[in-house]
Nanobody, 119 residues
Framework: QVRLVESGGGLVQAGGSLKLSCAAS????????MGWYRQAPGGQRELVAS?????NYADSVKGRFTISRDNAKNTLYLQMNSLKPEDTAVYSC???????????????WGQGTQVTVAS
């Protein structure tokens, strides 16, 4: 019913930049909050940034990452600058979506995209 497809991951040198995208498709009536999460090898999944009524960032990415969304395209972005090796992780998008015919918003996840920052 709903697909969240991330793109834009890859390998970059420390100090470089990447821009992630997450496109939502399906019988979507409305999208509430959208966010980016990441999980490093051996680590727990953590919130990187979210955007809804307000915008929130993890302390570790403030000033370096910028989250944005294009509501007309149901697409979420994450501009990542000044990347560090510790930013290496699988980045996944999350969206809270109201589908056509549904009564409640439901949380959906993308499959994830790998970001690797080389030192």
């Amino acid at each position: 019913q709903v697909r969240l497809v991330e793109s834009g991951g890859g390998l970059v040198q420390a100090g470089g930049s990447l821009k992630l995208s997450c496109a939502a498709s399906g019988s979507i009536i409305s999208i509430n909050t959208m966010g980016w999460y990441r999980q490093a090898p051996g680590g727990q999944r953590e919130l990187v940034a979210s955007i809804g009524g307000t915008t929130n960032y993890a302390d570790s990415v403030k000033g370096r990452f910028t989250i944005s969304r294009d509501n007309a395209k149901n697409t979420l972005y994450l501009q990542m600058n000044s990347l560090k090796p510790e930013d290496t992780a699988v980045y996944s998008c999350q969206a809270i979506i109201l589908l056509r015919g549904a009564q409640y918003y439901t949380t959906y996840w993308g499959q994830g995209t790998q970001v690797t920052v080389a030192s």
